[in-house]
C-alpha cells in the first residue's frame, strides 16, 4: 500500500512541479493570451464549439507535463540508456564546442528539419497518417488546435527528434541563457500559426511559419493537400518543394474520408481501431486470395 502512495505522492509532486515551472506558467499565459485574444481577432461564429474542448483537453495534457511524466521522459531516458550501451559511438556531441546559445540555435534547426520529414512521413505512410489525422480532424481550427496530436503521433517525432539529440549533443542545451522565453516563445509562435488568420508575417514568412502559411495545410481541398509541413520554419518546404505560399483562405478544415471522433478519450482509441481493423480486412482479402 505504501508503493502505491508512494506513487501517487511522485505523480503529485511531479505535476506540480511542471504546472508550475517557470515554462509550462508562461506557456499557460501565452496561450491564454491567444485564446482570449483570437476570437476578437476573427470574430468567428461558433468559436466555442465542441472541438475546442477536445484541443483544450490536449492543451492541458501536453502543458500540463502529463505526457512528459508518462511517456516522453521514461522513453527518453531509455533510448539514451540504449545508445550508451549499445551504440556510443553515436553520441558525438557535435556541439560541444560551441557557445550554447549557438549550439542550442543549431541543434533547434536540425531538430525542425527533423520534424519536417517526420511530419512528411505522416502524412505519406497510412498507418502513421490514422495517428497524425487527429489533428487535421479540427474544422475550426484556433490557437489550442496546436495542442491537439494523438499521443503515438507526438511519440513518432519524438523518436525522429533523437537522432539530431543524439549525435548534436542536447546537454549543451542545458546551460543555454533564456531557454524559459525560447519555450514559450515557440509554444505563442506555433500556437499563434493555428489560429485562423490571414497574417503572413512580410518577408518574416520566409524564414518562419505564419498562420497563413500553414493554415493552407489544414486545408480540406484537395488542390492543398501534401503542403507547407513546415513546424517552426517555412523555408524547408521552398526547399523540398512542398510549398503552397497561398494566402487565400481555405473553402474548408478537416481531413476528409476520415471519421474521426470528436472526444479526447476517443480519439485516443482510433488509430488502434484502425489498425485493427485494416489488419482484419488485410487478412481476410489473403484468406480470399488462396481460396480464389
Ligand atoms: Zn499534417
Ligand atoms: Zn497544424
Not at 520566409?206 to 513546415?230: Q, T, W
Amino acid at each position: 500500500m505504501s508503493e502505491v502512495q508512494d506513487a501517487v505522492t511522485l505523480v503529485v509532486t511531479k505535476a506540480i512541479a511542471a504546472w508550475t515551472s517557470r515554462e509550462a506558467l508562461l506557456c499557460f499565459g501565452v496561450m491564454a493570451l491567444l485564446v482570449v485574444l483570437t476570437p476578437r481577432l476573427r470574430s468567428a461564429p461558433g468559436y466555442w464549439n465542441r472541438g475546442l474542448l477536445t484541443d483544450a483537453a490536449y492543451t492541458f495534457f501536453y502543458l500540463g507535463g502529463i505526457f512528459s511524466f508518462l511517456a516522453a521522459a521514461p522513453v527518453s531516458r531509455g533510448l539514451n540508456a540504449v545508445v550508451a550501451r549499445h551504440a556510443p559511438f553515436l553520441d558525438l556531441d557535435l556541439l560541444a564546442g560551441l557557445h550554447p546559445a549557438l549550439g542550442f540555435a543549431v541543434l533547434f534547426v536540425a531538430m525542425d528539419l527533423c520534424s519536417y520529414w517526420a511530419h512528411r512521413a505522416t502524412h505519406a505512410w497510412a498507418p502513421l497518417w490514422l495517428f497524425h489525422a487527429i489533428h487535421h480532424s479540427q474544422t475550426q481550427p484556433t490557437a489550442l488546435t496546436n495542442f491537439r496530436f494523438h499521443a503515438g503521433d507526438v511519440f513518432f517525432r519524438t523518436l525522429v527528434q533523437f537522432v539530431p539529440f543524439t549525435l548534436l549533443g542536447a546537454p549543451a542545451v542545458a546551460g543555454v541563457p533564456l531557454l524559459w522565453i525560447t519555450v514559450p516563445l515557440t509554444v505563442f509562435l506555433e500556437a499563434l500559426a493555428h489560429c485562423d488568420l490571414g497574417w503572413t508575417f512580410g518577408p518574416l514568412g520566409a524564414v518562419l511559419v505564419s498562420p497563413a502559411f500553414h493554415r493552407v495545410h489544414h486545408s480540406a481541398e484537395p488542390r492543398h493537400h501534401h503542403r507547407n509541413y513546415g513546424i517552426a520554419f517555412s523555408f524547408w518546404d521552398r526547399l523540398f518543394g512542398t510549398a503552397d505560399p497561398t494566402v487565400q483562405r481555405p473553402a474548408a478544415y478537416g481531413a476528409p474520408g476520415m471519421d474521426v471522433p470528436e472526444s479526447f478519450l476517443r480519439q485516443l482509441a482510433y488509430p488502434v481501431v484502425g489498425l485493427a481493423r485494416r489488419r482484419r480486412a488485410d487478412s481476410a482479402a489473403s484468406v480470399r486470395r488462396r481460396a480464389s
